[in-house]
């Protein structure tokens, strides 16, 4: 014989079947339900935002409403946060290495770096389809240099680029305040990596390519990367490194 409970309107009934879940990034989640008299569903329903009522520092990030038969509806919630814990914010941070490749103009190749002036502009016209200046001189008479005359022969055949290799390390996890300013004030910076970021060598050095987060609830996922210089590294006059 089943057995009927009073549900009266303006009162929330919390269900003892909850879950909490902690990530690897420290990011902290939980689901509840509670019960109500369907007229008060939505008066009642938890909005984005509201505290979790046993773990403070996780809020709710989204609700649903299921109706049943009879009077009752039953408000199911998901919280997410994450733990005040500055001195060791990062004690579960993740890591990971990007390996690609980007074309680049072969006259930018640290090979060719030396080359003089008049060469570079001789060969830009080659690459243009232009063998001759306004005044009908051949752009290939310019080019004397050993290196000039390697890099025409690579442009004949085909080569006016090459493949560069690019390296990325980012960094990931989870805590209760967004992006300072400091953080974005490094992006665009000559700057050592977070971690235990690949050995580059003497001629390579990082650059802080951007920062990104993502808010649920009470928790904000930062992802921070850096890029890799080509042999040579960065330049420091205009990516200035940042100490402070």
């Known amino acids: 014989m089943p ?16 879950t909490v879940e902690i990530d690897k990034e420290g990011k902290w989640t939980a689901k509840l339900t509670f019960l109500c008299h369907r007229n008060s569903a939505i ?8 505290p979790h009522p046993e773990i403070a520092f996780v809020s709710v990030i989204k609700s649903s409403i299921a109706y049943s038969e009879g009077d009752v509806a039953e408000i199911s ?37 030396m080359l ?3 060469e570079v502009e001789a060969l830009r016209f080659i690459i243009a389809g232009k063998d001759k200046d306004e005044e009908g001189n051949k752009m290939r008479d310019f080019i004397t240099s050993e290196k000039g005359l390697e890099a025409l022969a690579k442009i004949e055949r085909g ?19 967004g992006v300072s300013t400091t953080e974005l004030y490094k992006v665009g910076c ?3 990596p977070s971690g235990p970021a690949p050995g580059l060598g003497s001629m390579r050095n990082w650059l802080r390519n951007g920062v990104t987060q993502n808010q649920e609830g009470k928790s904000y996922t930062i992802e921070m990367e850096w890029l890799a210089s080509n042999p040579g590294g960065w330049d420091p006059d205009i990516y200035v490194e940042v100490t402070s």
Do not use: M
């Not at 008066?43 to 509201?50: E, K, V």
């Not at 080569?159 to 305040?177: G, L």
């Open 3 to 18: 057995i009927h409970i009073s549900i009266s309107q303006g009162i929330l009934y919390p269900q003892p079947n909850g």
């Open 43 to 50: 008066s009642l329903t938890p909005r984005p935002g509201t």
């Open 77 to 113: 919630c998901e919280y997410s946060g994450a733990e005040d814990n500055v001195a060791n914010e990062k004690l579960n941070a993740t890591y990971s290495t990007g390996l690609s490749v980007s074309e680049e103009p072969l006259l930018s190749h640290r090979r060719y770096k």
């Open 116 to 118: 003089p002036e008049f």
């Open 159 to 177: 080569e006016s680029s090459y493949y560069s290799p690019k390296i990325t390390w980012k960094e990931k996890w989870v805590r209760k305040n």
């Open 190 to 192: 000559i700057d050592t």
